[in-house]
């Protein structure tokens, strides 16, 4: 029996692009996208601040300022894609690199830089935002994530839930076991990923060998691969797949295929695992010169335009960098609180313990 490569497993991954790297616009059949003047502009703005948001932060890092930063350098317009599709009743469950997701859901940056730093343990209300504080533990997040969209379910609420994760995630059971729940509770949920081709140096051949928005179909649900580089798109698809969650038709994997540019936190260097040509190939493919070259190639945009959100990221750096200067080291004390919501017996035993030894520091 002969196989057939243009179907099943063997098939060319499928690519949802709305914007080539060129900078020049392309239609898609079902995943078109209208989008006016003045919200393009709006997105190349929110791509230009958040990407100085992470320079300044690990420029921060490598002054001894922060203990560590995990760059979402070439990640923006997945982020912000995914972001701004968003409404205001949506929850978002991060990593711990979705600073620009952070950014659309209105959390202060300064607040971002208040956990790397140490002084806060994740220093935003996730219900006044929604969108839930950063999570380490790789892949546990979805679950939190679809035990939630549960909830809204039986609220019937008309509100989904995203969560991001990342392509070495995906080899978590956490992840896999989130897949199955959303799918035979018909959760409202999007799963989405963002494959940056490295889980530290564990490259994506290591973690899979199909496409990862193929995964989906095993467990009973749609997948799509979206160029993660293009904003466009990451926005119409995220949009849609909202929609579809919001309206009842249940989860939907997003594969946002994309690269990590810069090292996997500030305590890696990968020079050490992979090639530079890699990363040259990729920079041909920046999520935020092709908005640029469209604006330019359309006129949607003045000189003056982009050199006032280039002062405008000046300024956002600045200030980020003053403020988090000044924030203040917390007490040591101050651990024990927000560990329950109540107060609690043994927690109140562990502070006094350890307030007896602080007093033993003192002369
Ligand atoms: C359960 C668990 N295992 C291992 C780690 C250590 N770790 C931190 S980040 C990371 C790689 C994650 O890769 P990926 O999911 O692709 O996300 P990315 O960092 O590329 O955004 C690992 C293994 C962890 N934090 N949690
Ligand atoms: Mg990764």
């Not at 999570?135 to 609220?155: E, P």
């Amino acid at each position: 029996m002969t196989v057939d490569a243009s179907r099943g497993a063997d098939a060319p991954p499928e690519l949802v692009q709305l914007l080539t790297p060129e900078g020049e616009r392309v239609e898609h059949p079902d995943y078109d996208i209208d989008l006016t003047p003045e919200e393009i502009r709006s997105l190349y703005r929110d791509l230009m601040l958040v990407r100085r948001i992470d320079l300044e932060a690990v420029a921060l890092q490598r002054q001894g300022e922060l203990g560590i930063w995990a760059s979402l350098l070439g990640q923006e317009a997945a982020q912000i894609g995914s972001g701004r599709a968003l409404t205001d009743s949506d929850m978002a469950f991060p990593t711990y690199r979705e600073h620009g997701v952070a950014w659309c859901r209105d959390v202060d940056p300064v607040k971002l830089l208040g956990l790397f730093r140490g002084v806060n343990h994740g220093g935003w209300d996730p219900q006044e935002h929604n969108f839930h504080l950063y999570t380490i533990v790789i892949g546990s997040q979805t679950l939190h994530a679809v035990g939630y969209a549960m909830g809204i379910q039986r609220d019937d609420a008309n509100a989904a839930t995203i969560v991001y994760f990342g392509d070495g995630a995906t080899s978590q059971g956490d992840v896999n076991e989130s897949f199955i729940w959303a799918s035979v509770f018909n959760a409202p949920i999007v799963f989405f990923c963002q494959n940056n081709q490295w889980a530290i140096s564990e490259p994506l051949e290591k973690q899979t060998r199909i496409p990862l928005y193929r995964r989906a179909s095993g467990f009973g649900f749609p997948g799509i691969r979206v160029d993660g580089n293009d904003v466009f798109a990451c926005l119409a698809v995220t949009k849609k797949a909202l929609e579809a969650a919001r309206t009842g038709q249940g989860p939907t994997l997003i594969e946002a295929f994309t690269y990590r540019m810069g090292a996997h936190t500030t305590t890696d260097d990968p020079t050490r695992y992979r090639v530079a040509s890699e990363l040259e190939a990729w920079k041909l493919k920046d999520p935020i010169e092709r908005v640029k070259a469209y604006m330019f190639k359309n006129e949607l945009a003045d000189q003056a335009f982009f050199d006032s959100v280039d002062a405008e990221a000046d300024q956002l750096g600045a200030d980020l960098r003053r403020r988090c200067l000044a924030m203040p080291d917390p007490e040591p004390l101050d651990i024990f609180d927000h560990v329950y919501r109540e107060p609690h017996a043994l927690i109140d035993q562990e502070r006094a313990q350890f307030a007896a030894y602080l007093e033993g520091f003192r002369d």
